[in-house]
């Protein structure tokens, strides 16, 4: 007990003095490949995350590589193309690729590491990054086996099943695992509130406080059921082969459940796909030894359950189905449960996505980081300003409707925002009004007197998102830009044909050119 929480109160100590990004996992890596990545996955970060993983994992915490490996890999990927002076779009795009690397290197799969970083971190295939992270998944498979070997990172047994009522104990399993998996991003949040009322007393130690408190009772549970120290591989390889007991799974889980709870909640470094795989795997094997028990005429498998149940739990907790079917083949070489492993992973996906409409990365990322069904939007990190039109057209207030005219000469706007003598907007004037006033002959009267209040006006540091909402709120497709709320100089204008701009770029920047585009 005494070692977990002495590493968990000296990260707790050091993280967030020295590298306090280090901890971000996969939700840093998604906010990296959103914004600028060699700022937010920078050197003090990487070394953070390599060293505090180490002592991490050493020390026993019931966590696993994967977040902060995602994270070195994705850094060192952007920084290997900013060093190669490639231009901004690469730069960006390296961090997915880094992402397939990393996971293809840790299990010892590139195909679900390359469908892992389309399914969580671009959300859509792209032709440049796509052929990156093939390459990439690759590279890191060869060197995995040149110095490792290359061996299955979790060997099973030969799992079958034969019996079409045994899908429905399949289905039930699934259920479970997608309950269990969508419960905890619900309840992680609260054990951290929890934490801090509790050691709020503590004042400026409450962070180290909390890691030793995660750390110790990481120990205490370890003391339960030993196989949930640190990563667990073995105890979920002997799951695989149908070894251990019902009792000793169920036991792990609970107690491997709780350890990943705390530890999420302190936080502590680490990743989740290890548990995810230990949690799956635990909890089909404690419902497959209780079949077996129940059934014995039914020639259940536990090994066959702990393998159905793993692809399960992960898909729950990650919500990345595809990548959720393959990591457990690959991984395990075992393809003789295709069905159950694709019913089961559809039914954990719904029901932990009922239960809990994000998962725990989501919940790491700002809201305007986000959109519907978890995948961010890269927009979402533009403001006005980044785009607005400020070549502009203004008219003063105190200008006849000749001289406006004259202004407006040889465009064709369908309105003008107008501006005082001190440059803070005075209203908007409408090009068909400009022109009914020339018709009538009213070119000496004031442009002021055919001024409109805008019906909406922005400020540069509003997201393109809300943007586009408030002007589909307000029935508009562009709005005048001024510098604040307080301040209403005016400083731009924004329009429908600047939002669909910068999507085209977005979209450009992303789908091409390919890496081979660079020969």
């Known amino acids: 007990m005494a070692i977990p929480a002495a590493a968990g109160a000296l990260l707790a100590y050091l993280v967030p003095l020295f590298a306090p990004r280090a901890g971000g996992g996969l939700a840093l890596v998604r906010k990296a490949y959103a914004g600028d990545p060699t700022t937010l996955l920078d050197p003090r970060t990487l070394v953070g995350a390599f060293g505090a993983n180490s002592l991490s ?269 393959l990591i457990v083949f690959e991984v395990t070489g075992d393809y003789g449960l295709v069905l159950p492993q694709m019913l089961t992973v559809v039914l954990a996906s719904v029901v932990a996505r009922r239960i809990s409409r994000e998962t725990l990365v989501e919940r790491a990322l700002a809201p305007a980081e986000r959109r519907p069904g978890g995948r961010h939007d890269p927009l979402a990190t533009l403001r006005v300003a980044d785009v607005m039109t400020t070549d502009l057209r203004s008219p003063r207030a105190s200008m006849t409707i000749l001289e406006a005219a004259r202004v407006a000469a040889g465009t064709r706007h369908e309105q003008y925002p107008l501006v005082d003598d001190a440059g803070l907007l005075a209203g908007v004037l409408f090009a068909r009004d400009l022109d009914r006033a020339i018709l009538e002959n009213r070119k000496e009267a004031t442009v002021g007197s055919l001024a409109l209040p805008p019906v909406l006006v922005l400020t540069p540091e509003v997201t393109l998102d809300d943007a586009a909402l408030r002007l589909a709120r307000a029935g508009e497709s562009r709005a005048p830009v001024v510098a604040s709320e307080e301040e209403p100089r005016l400083v731009g204008f924004l329009s429908s044909s600047d939002l669909v701009r910068a999507r085209l770029k977005v979209h450009e920047e992303e789908s091409g050119p390919s890496m081979a585009d660079l020969g």
């Open 57 to 325: 994992l050493g020390a026993g915490v019931p966590l696993g590589p994967e977040g902060p490996t995602v994270v070195l890999t994705s850094g060192f990927a952007a920084f290997a193309a900013r060093w190669l002076r490639l231009p901004g779009r690469f730069v960006r795009g390296m961090v997915p690729v880094g992402t397939a690397a990393g996971i293809a290197a840790i299990f010892n799969a590139p195909i679900t590491g390359v469908v892992f970083a389309l399914e969580e971190v671009i959300g859509a295939a792209s032709r440049g990054v796509l052929g990156g992270s093939l390459l990439a998944a690759v590279a890191a498979a060869v060197v995995e086996r040149t110095f490792l070997g290359g061996g299955r990172l979790l060997p099973a047994a030969p799992a079958h099943w034969g019996d079409l009522r045994e899908l429905l104990g399949f289905a039930v399993l699934g259920l479970l695992c997608g309950a269990a998996a969508g419960w905890l991003p619900r309840f992680v949040p609260i054990l951290g509130r929890g934490l801090e009322a509790l050691l709020v007393r503590t004042g400026r130690h409450a962070l180290v406080a909390r890691g030793a408190l995660a750390g110790a009772v990481a120990g205490l549970l370890g003391v339960v059921a030993p196989e949930t120290l640190g990563i667990g591989y073995p105890a979920v390889s002997e799951w695989l082969t149908g070894g251990g007991s019902g009792p000793q799974a169920a036991i792990a889980f609970a107690a491997k459940l709780a350890g990943v709870s705390l530890a999420l909640a302190a936080p502590l470094v680490g990743g989740v796909f290890a548990p995810s795989l230990f949690l799956g795997a635990s909890l089909g094997a404690a419902a497959g030894h209780l079949g077996q028990h129940l059934f014995p005429l039914a020639h259940i498998e536990p090994g066959a359950w702990a393998l159905v149940g793993m692809g399960a739990f992960f898909a729950g907790f990650l919500r990345t189905p595809i990548a959720s079917v």
